[in-house]
């Protein structure tokens, strides 16, 4: 069964350290979503992709987050620098063309020490 | 505005009894999804409904969208420790992806 792949599982980092998460979504999926998980809470939308372009970005903190998704397939989430609020579970989703069902990635813990 | 207020954040039952929880938005939604997220686990799809007072069952589950669009609930009958999870009500099809804080739901055997 195909599934999104999320690399790496934990991350621990520095604050002020930059940091990377790597998304691969299911081959032909078009959608692709950045969702950030606090404990506890619900996902919080980052960024959403359609093929290579941005759809929303609205709730990104623009200021050290950046997300691309270049050939329209696999994407990166950075962060730079890491604050100690980032630390959070960080999921990838992703979803074909006018379906509904998202499937998601097992996620990067990331814990800013 | 385009949040979904789900109610009530927490639920613990005891095996067998029921268990239900509403999701409401200000606004008129196209459609709603929900999600089941077990503990360590990741978001899993479970049903969208689309229509306007729709209701679609699963086994043991039942979900309701509201006559006007703005409000949904899933019920889930004789409660199993498998049910144990958080339960996400989101917003979706063509706009962005939103979902509510959930309702978590423990399960006492």
């Known amino acids: 069964e195909a599934e999104v792949a999320q690399s790496p599982r934990y991350k621990i980092t520095e604050k002020s350290q930059a940091v990377a998460f790597w998304c691969d979504p299911i081959?032909?999926?078009?959608?692709l979503y950045w969702y950030r998980q606090i404990l506890g809470q619900g996902p919080e939308l980052l960024v959403q992709?359609?093929?290579?372009?941005?759809?929303?970005d609205s709730q990104l903190p623009k200021d050290r987050f950046s997300a691309e998704r270049l050939k329209g397939v696999d994407s990166t989430l950075k962060i730079q620098p890491a604050e100690l609020g980032d630390s959070a579970m960080y999921l990838c989703?992703?979803?074909?063309?006018?379906?509904?069902?998202?499937?998601f990635g097992q996620g990067t813990r990331l814990t800013v020490v | 505005g385009q949040q979904v207020m789900q109610i009530p954040q927490y639920q613990h039952v005891q095996e067998g009894e029921d268990f239900t929880t509403y999701c409401n938005s200000s606004?008129?939604?196209?459609?709603i999804q929900w999600y089941k997220q077990r503990p360590g686990g990741h978001p899993v799809f479970l049903i969208q409904l689309v229509k306007s007072g729709e209701v679609k069952k699963q086994k043991r589950l039942t979900f309701q969208f509201g006559e006007a669009k703005k409000n949904s609930s899933l019920h889930i009958t004789a409660t199993q420790t498998t049910d144990v999870g958080t339960y996400f009500c989101a917003r979706g099809g063509s706009e962005k992806l939103v979902f509510g804080k959930g309702t978590k739901l423990t399960v006492n055997p």
């Open positions: 989703a992703s979803s074909r063309n006018r379906a509904p069902e998202a499937f």
């Open positions: 606004t008129t939604l196209s459609n």
């Open positions: 081959s032909g999926h078009a959608t």
């Open positions: 992709f359609q093929d290579e372009s941005v759809v929303d």
